[in-house]
């Protein structure tokens, strides 16, 4: 539904990785190297979904990612995406770039808001940005530190004449998408970005002048120093986002962040890069103990979220999968998106033989070499 009702340029912008996307196919391709290994004869009439995620309890073990532009998706996404993840009893994350501002997010939608946040180079910014985060009752910082630069995206290159001027072609495709012309585009133009506006001049608030000041503020130099001097004055729960080597989750672990999340962005930054759930054990063993390791990338089945909870995560962050939802039906269809992802993970429960979420482990999970090649042998054995 999300495709037919997008222009393509947008859908591009939803489905798209960095060059040649190795890193976007690799995240789903990866699932099917895990298999599951059912128990029989396990009562599994009474089944529950419920855990903690940083301290507090959560209807189900899923957050709402970050993901910036929403307004591109839907008119007032991040809101409607927010009211989708209250309802559901699990937290949204706010980005940076969201189209909406995180005070009007708190105020229209509520529910567990964590913020998520560029160490962006003008530091008073960044030192803004946290005391609104604060001021509006955000329970998690989540600081994102894959995106030190902006991905490659190709695609972007095909659909835009310049930067945020679309081609002639993609015009013409908006033109025959009538139902996101007039329910997101018009009256209004695209949405600017909310978080961000205040840093702007009043004239200078469009679309591209608001991506042409975040591009500007990219801070390539940033080390472990400036997450040392956060984790100093930031009290509630700080999370880190994009972190895949074992190295760096023990540096984490060292200076006492509560969470990490797992991530390649989806696919959107460095292409040719390892997929977050081949990584999982070996993270979890070296600081599942000190933090709570959560992961993102190609959730798109109950199953794979099963997958990564067997395997040691704490919770699965989710990007485009509420997005198809969003673009398609809005709130509704954002709630009816983590739904069908509710019910998959619970029949998948039942499937397996394990009552519970607490009671996954590695045991249900074996490492299954799918064939990419002709000949070569297939290989099965369980993890740990
Ligand atoms: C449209 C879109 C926008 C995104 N914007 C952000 C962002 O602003 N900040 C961020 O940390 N990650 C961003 N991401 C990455 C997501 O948070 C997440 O890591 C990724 O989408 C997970 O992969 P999945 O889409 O396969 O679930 C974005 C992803 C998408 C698809």
């Known amino acids: 539904m999300a495709r037919r009702r997008l222009p393509g340029f947008v859908n591009e912008y939803l489905e798209g990785g960095s060059e040649d996307e190795q890193t976007l196919r690799g995240n789903r391709e990866a699932f099917g190297d895990l298999r599951f290994i059912p128990r029989v004869l396990v009562d599994v009439a009474n089944r529950s979904m419920a855990s903690t995620l940083l301290g507090k309890p959560c209807g189900m073990p899923l957050v709402i990612g970050p993901t910036g532009f929403n307004g591109l998706l839907w008119r007032e996404g991040d809101i409607a995406l927010a009211r989708a993840a209250r309802e559901r009893e699990i937290p949204f994350t706010v ?3 969201a189209s909406d501002s995180l005070e009007a997010i708190a105020k229209h939608a509520g529910g567990r808001l964590w913020m ?3 160490m962006l180079r003008d530091t008073a910014v960044v030192e803004r940005l946290i005391a609104r985060a604060d001021a509006a009752g955000c329970e998690a ?3 994102t530190l894959d995106a030190s630069v902006y991905g490659n995206r190709t695609w972007d290159s095909r659909n835009f004449a310049r930067p945020l001027v679309l081609s002639l072609r993609a015009k013409l495709d908006v033109l025959v998408h009538l139902r996101w012309l007039f329910g997101v585009l018009l009256p209004r133009g695209l949405p600017g970005f909310g978080n961000l506006a205040e840093f702007l001049p009043d ?3 469009s679309p591209l ?15 472990w120093e ?6 100093e004055r930031w009290k509630r729960k700080l999370v880190l986002k994009g972190i895949m080597a074992v190295a ?13 999340v797992l991530s390649n962005h989806g696919g959107r930054q460095l292409d040719s890069e390892v997929a977050p759930i081949q990584v999982l054990e070996d993270v979890v063993a070296a600081v599942g103990q000190r933090l709570e390791v959560m992961i993102d990338g190609g959730f798109r089945r109950g199953t794979d979220v099963v997958k990564a909870l067997a395997l040691g995560a704490r919770a699965v962050l989710l990007g485009r999968t509420p997005l198809y939802g969003l673009a398609a039906g809005g709130q509704a269809g954002a709630a009816r998106a983590l739904t069908i992802l509710r019910d998959e993970i619970d ?7 394990c009552p519970s979420i607490g009671e996954l482990s590695p045991q249900y999970v074996g490492h299954y070499e799918v064939p990419r090649r002709r000949g070569v042998e297939l290989k099965v054995h369980t993890s740990r």
């Open 95 to 97: 980005s940076i770039v």
């Open 116 to 118: 998520m946040l560029l």
């Open 141 to 143: 910082l989540v600081i």
């Open 203 to 205: 004239d200078q608030r």
């Open 209 to 223: 002048d608001g991506s042409r000041y975040i591009t500007s503020q990219s801070n390539a130099g940033l080390t």
């Open 226 to 231: 400036a997450i040392r001097a956060l984790r």
């Open 248 to 260: 760096d989750a023990e540096e984490a672990a060292r200076i006492g962040v509560d969470g990490i």
């Open 347 to 353: 029949r998948t429960l039942a499937l397996l033989g």
